[in-house]
């Protein structure tokens, strides 16, 4: 199937298939996820689930963010390619 296939039927999830390849990254995540079990031996229950709350909405904003960056990186390539097609790049 072509991408505009995918796109039509509603197959095609650019969020699902970026996969970064980033060596940092995986430390990055092993940190945080110390950093929480720490936090949950140390906090109160309430405590603790403010802070998973601060995660989530943290996770929320990232995603809200990438997804603006995705459309600015599409609609920047899609412009690109409109000036190349009508000749304004030499």
């Known amino acids: 199937m072509s991408i505009l296939e995918d796109l039509y039927y ?10 970064p390849i980033n060596p940092e990254l995986e430390s990055i995540h092993q940190k ?16 603790y689930e403010l802070i998973e709350e601060l995660s989530d ?5 990232i995603s809200i963010l990438s997804a603006s ?8 390539g899609a412009l690109t390619m409109v000036e190349i097609f009508d000749g304004k790049i030499i």
């Open 10 to 19: 509603g197959k095609w999830y650019p969020s699902e298939r970026t996969r």
């Open 32 to 47: 945080i996820t110390a950093s929480m079990k720490t936090l949950k031996a140390r906090l109160s229950e309430h405590d």
């Open 57 to 61: 909405l943290n996770d929320v904003l």
């Open 69 to 76: 960056d995705y459309i600015s990186g599409y609609k920047a």
